[in-house]
C-alpha cells in the first residue's frame, strides 16, 4: 500500500497554531474549520522554479547595496539548512528582510518615526551551497514599537524564507538574538508551545564566525521538514 | 524542525523581485487562462498585505525540475512558479498556462489544479490551498477533492465567467464560505 504522506508530521507543540488570540491579527485571519489532510502529490513534493541566475553574491551582502555603508552594528550570519535527519539542504533559495539599525523598514506602511537609513535596504538572498550553509553580512535590526497591544516591542530579529527541495518543506521564521529582553513579552516568538522549539528561533553568538575589527558572528541553523522514511527502506 | 513565524507586514521588500503576473513565455503551448480574485478575512475586510505564491504544472501535466536561468525579472522558460501581491482593495490577478492532469499520489490522475501557499501578517504559519477549474470531469474523481466535504468543494473550484479563459477564485481566510486549507 502507497504511503500518501510522503513528509513527517510536525512534533507536538513544536509549531505554532494559526489562531493564537495573544497576536491580535491572527484572529480575523486563521481558518476557523478544519484543515483537511492532504496526500502528498507530485504536486506538493516538486519545488518552485524560479530564475536561479536571479540571486548573484551580491545579494548576500546587506551592508554593500548602497554607495555608502548602513548605520549600526555589522553583523555576519551563517549556519546550515539542514532537514529533520540532519542532512544538508543544498543549493537551497534562502532569503531574508529585516529592519535597519534603528528599527525601520524600508516600506511604506512602516510608520515608525525612527529614521531610514539611506545606505540600507534590508534584504538580502543567497543559494545554499552543497552542504547547505548559507552566508549573510548585515547590521544588527532595531528592536521596533508595534500595535499589538499596549506598549508593544518587537525583539530584534531578522525574517527568514526557505524553500528546501519542494513545497513541503516550504518554511518562513524569525532568527532572534540571544539575551534579548524582549523575547519573552512577544506574542509571535512565543506563539510556540515547545519552549525548545522557541530556543532554537534564537540565533548563537559565534566566536568562530566573528571577524576581529569587522563584524561579530552568529550562527543561525535552520530545520527543515524531512521525508518519512518509506517501507522500501525499512 | 525550526518554527513557522509570520511573515509580518513588510516583506514584500524581501520577496517582491520575484513577483509576476504574467507566467506566459513566448513559445509556450497550452491555453493562455487569467485568474482573478480577492483576499477577505473574517469581517469581511480586503487583505492589501498579502501574497500568493503559486505553483503549476504545464500543459501537458509536467511540473519544472530543472534549474532555470533568468533575464532581469522573467524566467527564460515556464516554471509554473510565481509570486502574486494583493493591491489596496485585496485583489490579485494572474495570467498563466492552463495546467494539464498530473499524476496522484497512488499514480492515478489528478484534475487540473494550481498550487497556492497564502501570505500574509496574522498568519504564524503558511496557508496551503488549491485553485481547480469549472466544468472537469476529473474533478469528481479526483483524490483531493474527494477529502472535502460537498458543500466546502466549490471554494476550490474557480467561477467562470464570459468566456473560458477567465476565472475567479477568491480566498475567504473566516466565514460561512471560509476557503478550505489543506493541512500539508
Known amino acids: 500500500m502507497h504511503d500518501p504522506r510522503r513528509y513527517r508530521k510536525f512534533a507536538a507543540g513544536t509549531q505554532p497554531e494559526y489562531l493564537h488570540p495573544a497576536y491580535v491579527s491572527s484572529v480575523k485571519r486563521a481558518p476557523t474549520k478544519p484543515l483537511i489532510l492532504l496526500p502528498h502529490t507530485k504536486t506538493e513534493t516538486s519545488g518552485p522554479v524560479f530564475g536561479h541566475s536571479l540571486v548573484t553574491a551580491a545579494d548576500s551582502d546587506l551592508t554593500a547595496q548602497h554607495s555608502g555603508e548602513p548605520l549600526g552594528e555589522r553583523i555576519i550570519v551563517s549556519g546550515r539548512v539542514l532537514d529533520e535527519d540532519g542532512r544538508g539542504v543544498p543549493e537551497s533559495l534562502v532569503e531574508i528582510w529585516q529592519a535597519n539599525a534603528a528599527g525601520r523598514y524600508l516600506h511604506k506602511m512602516d510608520h515608525h518615526g525612527a529614521p531610514l537609513d539611506p545606505n540600507f535596504s534590508g534584504c538580502g538572498r543567497v543559494m545554499t551551497d552543497t552542504e547547505g550553509r548559507y552566508r549573510f553580512v548585515s547590521i544588527k535590526p532595531g528592536a521596533y514599537p508595534w500595535g499589538n497591544h499596549h506598549n508593544a516591542w518587537r525583539p530584534q530579529h531578522i525574517h527568514f524564507s526557505l524553500f528546501g527541495a519542494g513545497l513541503l518543506t516550504r518554511l518562513v521564521t524569525q532568527m532572534y538574538f540571544p539575551g534579548d529582553p524582549l523575547l519573552e513579552f512577544d506574542p509571535i516568538y512565543n506563539s510556540t508551545a515547545d519552549e525548545r522549539a522557541r530556543r532554537r528561533l534564537v540565533a548563537k553568538f559565534d566566536w568562530e564566525t566573528t571577524e576581529p575589527s569587522h563584524a561579530l558572528g552568529y550562527r543561525f541553523d535552520i530545520v527543515l521538514r524531512g521525508r518519512e522514511q518509506t517501507p522500501m527502506e525499512k | ?184
Open chain 2, 1 to 184: 524542525m525550526s518554527a513557522s513565524q509570520t511573515v509580518g507586514p513588510f516583506f514584500s521588500i524581501g520577496l517582491e523581485y520575484l513577483n509576476r503576473n504574467d507566467l506566459v513565455v513566448p513559445g509556450i503551448s497550452g491555453a493562455v487562462i487569467t485568474i482573478r480574485g480577492q483576499i477577505l478575512d473574517g469581517d469581511r475586510q480586503p487583505v492589501p498585505d498579502a501574497q500568493l505564491e503559486i505553483w503549476q504544472a504545464d500543459a501537458e501535466g509536467n511540473y519544472s525540475e530543472n534549474k532555470c536561468e533568468a533575464t532581469s525579472h522573467s524566467p527564460a522558460k515556464f516554471t509554473g512558479f510565481a509570486r502574486i501581491f494583493t493591491d489596496t482593495a485585496g485583489k490579485f490577478e494572474f495570467r498563466t498556462i492552463k495546467p494539464g492532469s498530473v499524476r496522484g499520489a497512488g499514480g492515478e490522475t489528478q484534475a487540473p489544479h494550481i498550487a497556492v501557499f497564502v501570505f500574509m501578517r496574522g498568519l504564524l504559519k503558511l496557508l496551503y490551498t488549491r485553485i481547480y477549474f469549472p466544468g472537469e470531469v476529473a474533478n469528481d474523481s479526483d483524490a483531493v477533492l474527494s477529502l472535502v466535504p460537498p458543500d466546502r468543494k466549490r471554494t476550490l473550484i474557480a467561477g467562470g465567467r464570459e468566456t473560458k479563459d477567465f476565472f475567479e477564485w477568491n480566498v475567504m481566510l473566516q466565514g460561512s464560505d471560509e476557503t478550505v486549507f489543506f493541512e500539508w
